[in-house]
């Protein structure tokens, strides 16, 4: 009884390809621009400025059990070739629970006089339960669910890079590089815990003086489930307005708004809708994420990441 409810738990998400495999662990977004450094740790000092940020995604509204992933990150731009940062990551699904601490930092090297390449690493600290109380069985006091299924606190790390000039950017990285492992239970047949792999590249496009158009693509693969892959456009007006639209594979269709505030502040909104038979249930996810600014350098060469 246990190893089927618990494929239902766990891979539930994934044959909807609305929030894919690798959400056991790693959640997913839609504005990869509040959530750069848990795509890739060598993001850390990338941007032009330091900045502390939120995000709160609620997957498939009016589902009972549906994701919700809330995150706050700070990356700071320490110096012209190092970056620091931090991220606090919260994911729930039905009765399974994560939070995770990473601690992240990177370097940065000029390779030519246009480009640069950021060599990333991350520490993390991650607890992992399923609460088998919220759960029903079809067998009374089934010993197999009479106790919480948990990582304990389990430490790991990660790496990536990313190469970069002012246009152009191309990143992959290793979310998870050790075996996620379960106190006194054997997941091995229903969790995969090893991780998978994420490349993305994007370009800044200039429509003229005050606009610009941003192209990005991002797949993510392993997790013991299919290939995923978004496609992002996000136009900007006057360096304030941010409108674009996304697409995740086999999954969902949505718009991505944002606004920029005194170039201090910045707020955004993501908007999904299904295209596969999630749409039966829920028609609609959300998410929503702010950002402060500070320590802005006078000049850079770094483009502008995703949204």
Known sequence: MKKQVLQLVFLLPALLAVKNTHAQTEPSYRQYKFNALTLNPAHAGCNAYSDISAIRTQYWVGVPGAPVTSTVSA??????????????????????????????????????SDWKLSAGLKISALNYTVNTAELETTAANDPDMMHNITTGLSLNAGFGFLLYSKKVFVGFSVPRVSFLRFDETNMGQVVDKRGGYISYAGVNIDLGRDFELRPSVLAIYGYAGPVSLDINAVFTAYKLIDLGVTYHANGSIGAIAGLTIKDRFYIGYAYTYPVNAMRKASVQSHEIGLRFMFNRAAKTRNPRFFN
Do not use: K, M, W
């Open 75 to 112: 990356n700071f731009r320490l110096q012209e070739n190092f970056g620091a940062g931090a991220t606090v990551i919260y994911d729930e699904t039905g009765p399974a629970r994560s939070t995770s601490v990473n601690l992240i930092g990177a370097a940065h090297v000029e390779v030519s």
